[in-house]
């Protein structure tokens, strides 16, 4: 298992998570998503490294911007 922290920038509620959430769980590979509003965190636990840009990219389409941690 590969983990993965990425900074969010844009989240504020339970709502934006969920959508981050979703559009994340959808890359191939992904295992677990936690996400934090409050901390505007992301982690991701994959069975295979992710390529950054394709998460960047899935936090993009849910509405917000990401870079690694």
Known sequence: MVQAEYKVTGMSC???E???R???SKLAGVED???SAASG???IVAST???DDAVIAAVD???YSAVRA
């Open 14 to 16: 339970g709502h934006c």
């Open 18 to 20: 969920a959508s981050v």
């Open 22 to 24: 979703g559009e994340v």
């Open 33 to 35: 998503v936690r996400v």
């Open 41 to 43: 965190t992301l982690t």
């Open 49 to 51: 490294e992710l390529a």
């Open 61 to 63: 389409e849910a509405g």
